[in-house]
């Protein structure tokens, strides 16, 4: 079977209904994952911050939320990310109970106090579990960067940081 290898920007939603390798570099953002193991379906998000600092996204986001529902978007903020895939998920009928959902990232990398990635997570977590989304694996903070590796096709992800490989 031929996989496309997809790169995930930041601020991008790639989601493949098709054989694909999706893949990315994470520090501080964090990388929710959606796979559907019936409909071979994964929806990969790479995000840069947990909140906007506008209420209108039409301020900050690069494009507008929900109009075309095609298979990119690009998303910065983790409530325009949240608000799309949920969006989605409805469109299509798509029930999320069914989903396999994991989560990445959120190193600090750096010694600010602003802690970006363990916002990142904080508020990721908190947004998937007040929805009632189970994550089914987890590998979040600390102070290293992580490359994503993710197979759309099994829902199999693979996890290199620091040169330590992890399935």
């Not at 095609?70 to 469109?91: A, E, H, S």
């Amino acid at each position: 079977m031929d996989f496309e290898k997809i790169y995930v920007n930041a601020g991008e939603i790639i989601i493949s209904h098709k054989p694909s390798i999706l893949w990315t570099d994470l520090g501080s953002c964090v990388s929710v994952i959606f796979h559907h193991p019936e409909l071979k379906l994964s929806i990969f998000t790479h995000i840069v911050l947990p909140d906007k600092p506008f209420d209108n996204c039409l301020t900050v986001c690069t494009q507008t939320c929900f109009f075309n529902l095609d298979d990119k978007k690009y998303f910065k903020y983790l409530p325009c990310v949240f608000r799309f895939i949920m969006r989605y998920l409805n469109k299509y009928n798509i029930n999320f109970r069914e989903l396999k959902v994991s989560l990445y990232g959120g190193s600090d990398l750096f010694n600010f106090s602003y802690a970006v990635g363990k916002r990142n997570v904080e508020a990721t977590l908190n947004l998937l579990k007040s929805n009632k989304f189970v994550i089914s694996k987890m590998d979040t903070e600390g102070n290293a960067s992580r490359r994503i590796s993710h197979n759309s096709f099994s829902g199999e992800t693979e996890i290199i940081k620091l040169n330590k490989k992890y399935i």
